[in-house]
């Protein structure tokens, strides 16, 4: 059952060079219980387009076009999204580092979420607090209630995050680069733990990523952004076994493997938004560039089963 549904989100920025578009036509979706990925190079439009689900966006952005359907309602004809922020879809931010406020105990900035989403107080919140603690592997949950932001490692920071959003009983998590910040060992655990909620409470996860690698161990989906557009999307599986979009074999491409091969790069830089590109926004650094690609888009055409593309090649 599709939860979420992002349709052709159009968006841009005001610059002191006037209007710019950030993002074109961008569509995915997110079944229940389920774990979509979105990837691609940093500044490609990951995040924006997962903040625009929940408004929170800079003064100068402005949505163009689209629906973002929450359960089949329109978020974007909502004046109002306070109900629906933290209680139904909750945002687990980039920098655990920087998202506490290092003046408050991390038990009553827990307790804010809850007293605010559930209006629970006194000791059945603090239980409940206590409960999302321990649900996220907290070591000695009710002594943690007690210890300053300073006093937690960077992953028990992400952990901490994370169970704000399981207080408040979430749908859907968006999990914006949860890792990015964390040691190797530590990704894993949070990347283990964030399975584990997706299976044992059938919450939907966005995750907001460019490692390749936690993706295929962990996403059910996967969406390939370039430059504000998807240019590929398919189930996690049959994204790595048969990828179609140059660019997607050129991200798997330049992965570390144990075999040996050559690490390749992809060349050429990603475009800005101030810069304007005829036809396919990809075919200044594709290797398999035709004229077509030059002069005009190509559309996100089903070239399997749940698996989409947006080439000219295919």
């Known amino acids: 059952m599709t939860i979420l549904e992002v349709r052709n989100l159009n968006l841009g920025f005001m610059c002191e060079c006037g209007f710019r578009q950030a ?12 774990m979509h990925a979105l990837v691609g190079e940093s500044g490609c439009g990951k995040t924006i387009s997962a903040m625009s689900i929940l408004q929170l966006l800079p003064k100068t952005a402005k949505i ?3 629906d973002i359907l929450f359960k089949g ?38 307790l804010e979420v809850i007293k605010i989403h559930h209006n629970l107080k ?7 607090a206590v409960e999302a603690l321990d649900a996220v592997q907290i070591p000695c949950a009710r002594e943690r209630m007690k210890a300053y932001p300073h006093e937690f490692s960077g992953g028990m920071k992400q952990r901490a995050i994370i169970a704000m959003a399981l207080a408040c009983n979430a749908e859907v998590l968006i999990a914006d680069e949860p890792t990015t910040a964390l040691d190797v060992t530590i990704q894993a655990q949070i990347m283990n733990l964030l399975d584990e909620i997706k299976r044992t409470k059938q919450t939907s996860i966005l995750l907001i990523t460019h490692d ?19 240019v590929e999307t398919a189930p996690a599986n049959e994204f790595f076994d048969k990828p179609n979009h140059p660019y997607s074999n050129a991200l798997l491409r330049s992965l ?3 075999k040996g091969l050559k690490l390749e790069t992809i060349q050429g830089q990603p475009p800005t938004i101030m810069q304007n590109i005829s036809g396919c926004r990809f075919h200044p650094r594709c290797s398999e560039c035709m004229e077509i690609c030059t002069q005009k888009v190509p559309p996100l055409d089903n070239v399997g089963i749940n698996h989409f593309s947006a080439c000219f090649c295919n």
Do not use: H, W
């Not at 979706?29 to 389920?34: I, P």
């Not at 006194?122 to 409940?128: L, W």
């Open 23 to 34: 993002l074109f036509d961008v569509s995915f979706s997110l079944e229940k219980g389920k």
């Open 64 to 66: 163009t076009g689209g």
């Open 73 to 110: 309602e329109n978020l974007l004809k909502q004046r109002n999204l306070r109900d629906i922020r933290g209680s139904k879809i909750a945002l687990i931010p980039q920098d655990p580092m920087t998202s506490l406020n290092p003046l408050y105990t991390v038990g009553n900035q827990l």
């Open 122 to 128: 006194g000791d059945e919140a603090y239980k409940k």
């Open 212 to 230: 390749l690698a936690l993706v295929g161990e962990n996403s059910d989906y996967i969406s390939v952004m370039y430059a504000g557009r998807i």
């Open 256 to 258: 570390p493997s144990n």
